[in-house]
């Protein structure tokens, strides 16, 4: 990368290796960038254990291999999702189409320029800085662009496994849980929804506290994992070269794939 004076140029920086980032990266082609701020991909979904709802429809032909490789994998069947599971899947589309993913980078500021944008990133080495012809920001943040969208749902999701066989589904009637089935038999996602302000130490209390007192519905049933990240479920806004996407915004991994493969495909024909 180079230094922060220099300014490399590129068509499109997506901001984010979610699932609708990186396919619209791998749609795209030659001259995206891509930068993330953590080592992981598809996070939004797979990192926050978030199964999403359906219909997981298919209405291109990449979407369609994403679907045959998620069921051979098991990570999607007609029963619901290991969603956790769809990790590998993004980082081999990251080596097979060869995108240029550049993780722990976070892209700290922007601002119009010369028809373009000029954008600050940062990582371990210090401060670089990129010219960018558009910009496509796919996570459910988006605080780097002067853009508003709006949250939808905040949820904090664990998966949850039986006590012992032979135990009844889980139930709960608490307006503020979600019982989501998973791939696997006896697989549930249990998703505790949160205030758009809670922080992700007040999730944590809050959901303990649940649980610590969880109704019968629940007793037979144990947390075999809890995500470390809260699901933001958010709404965008832009448009043309400046587009802020959350690909949590979708329905699903599937439906946030086939977004930015359309969205990707819109950019290399001159959006």
């Not at 999701?157 to 503020?176: H, M, T, W, Y």
């Not at 929804?193 to 109704?215: C, H, I, M, Q």
């Not at 979708?250 to 024909?269: I, K, M, V």
Request: hydrophobic share 40%; with cysteine.
């Amino acid at each position: 990368m180079k230094d922060r004076k220099s300014g490399q140029r590129v068509p499109l920086l997506i901001i984010g290796a979610t699932a609708l980032g990186l396919a619209a990266a791998a749609a795209f082609g030659e001259g995206a960038v891509v930068a993330e701020r953590s080592g992981l991909a598809a996070w939004e979904f797979a990192a926050s254990f978030e199964p999403g709802e359906g219909p997981w429809q298919v209405v291109s032909p990449a979407g369609e291999a994403l679907r045959q490789e998620l069921v051979r994998r098991e990570v999607l069947s007609e029963r619901g999702t290991h969603i956790q599971g769809a990790a590998p899947v993004f980082f081999r589309l990251i080596r097979e189409r060869g995108l240029q993913v550049r993780f722990l980078t976070e892209a700290a500021e922007l601002r119009q320029e010369d028809g373009g944008f000029a954008v600050t990133l940062a990582d371990s080495a210090g401060l670089h800085s990129l010219r960018a012809d558009a910009v496509l920001d796919t996570t459910s943040a988006g605080g780097l662009l002067p853009l508003e969208g709006r949250i939808r749902q905040v949820s904090l999701n664990a998966d949850l496994i039986p006590a012992r066989e032979g135990v009844s589904p889980p139930f709960c009637g608490q307006k503020e849980i979600r019982l989501v089935p998973g791939h696997f038999e006896n697989e549930y996602y249990l998703k505790y929804l949160l205030e758009p302000s809670d922080t992700p130490a007040r999730a944590r209390e809050k959901l303990f506290a649940f649980w610590e007192n969880r109704g019968p519905g629940l007793l037979d049933w144990r947390i075999a994992a809890l995500s470390p990240f809260l699901s933001v479920r958010a709404e965008g806004s832009g448009q043309g070269k400046l587009l802020w996407k959350p690909s949590s915004g979708c329905r699903n991994l599937l439906e946030a794939f086939e977004t930015g493969t359309a969205l990707g495909e819109a950019g290399r024909n001159g959006w």
